[in-house]
């Protein structure tokens, strides 16, 4: 082990994974916890470089063993932005008040003008707490689309105005928008 | 996104009808203008006498001329610092003078809530603000 230590090059000081390995070889007892790292809290004194590696102790590990973290970030920040349910009852397929494309809805913002949008909904698009909502409304013969973050803080509430009339074929309502061709 | 020899509608009574955009001020070279942004424009057609005739004659613009504008609606789409996305179904501006105040005395159809931050009296003039 120290031959091969003895070999590595003065500069680019750096403990690699073969230097780490050949390390965890060499110790006497052989370790039950892959994430101990041997050595830990102690230093490398190296014949050929001047300054010694320090070899850190492993973070904690702040989460259980086998958790999820982005899962729980998710549901943490859904919980947090959304603690009554209301989002989630609108939004959530399986939900029986679930707003579906072809509904028309009208957006509250959380704004000093008391800023509202109403339009149909032309898309949901899911995607757990970036979830967002494409509403398309004919403001005089202008067509306006916006596409609102469910779970924004900006968003005060969703009023339900008039369900689809026929149910929509469709899950994405993009053919509302005015064919090009015909405008020219 | 708007650039040069991108056409746009005028939206208020100056005259105008259609503009054709010749370069997008105080941004750099090979930016597209976005809502609010300022621009230079040529004038490509004028609208009825009708219009016409709601304009001062000092105001009255000409085809060919040469003149500023505030970019007031993009068909591109733009993102609103909550996370909201706007969109419009046209591209649309508002001529204006030197100074940033509108050339026309009204303003006919939607303009984006980006304007309050240095056209307020656009804002202030337009029937809808999205």
Partial sequence: ?184 | MIYLKSMLNVIDNSGAALVECVNVLGKGNKTAGRVGDRIVVVVQSIRGAKLLAQASAQNRVQRGDIRHAVIVRTKKEYQRPDGTVVRFDDNACVLINKQGEPVGTRIMGVVARELQQGYAKIVALAPKVV
């Fill in chain 1, 1 to 184: 082990m120290s031959r091969l230590l003895l070999r590595q090059p003065a500069r680019g000081i750096s403990v690699t994974e073969n230097c780490l390995s050949a390390l965890r070889s060499a110790t006497v007892a052989t370790l039950k916890d892959s994430r101990q790292v041997p050595n830990a809290g102690y230093q490398l004194n190296r014949k050929l470089t001047k300054t010694p590696i320090k070899i850190h102790h492993p973070a904690p590990c702040l989460l259980p063993k086998g958790s999820e973290p982005k899962q729980l970030l998710e549901q943490k920040l859904i919980s947090e932005l959304d603690p009554t349910g209301w989002r989630r009852q609108l939004f959530q397929r399986s939900s029986p008040l679930a707003l579906r494309a072809g509904d028309v809805v009208k957006v509250l913002f959380n704004s000093e003008t008391n800023q509202t949008f109403v339009g149909t909904i032309m898309a949901i698009r899911r995607r757990g707490v970036d979830t967002s909502v494409r509403l398309r409304s004919e403001v005089g013969q202008l067509g306006v689309e916006m596409s609102v973050k469910v779970y924004s803080t900006s968003v005060k509430a969703f009023e339900f105005v008039s369900r689809a009339l026929k149910k929509a074929r469709r899950a994405k309502l993009y053919y509302l928008r005015p064919d090009e061709k015909k405008r020219k």
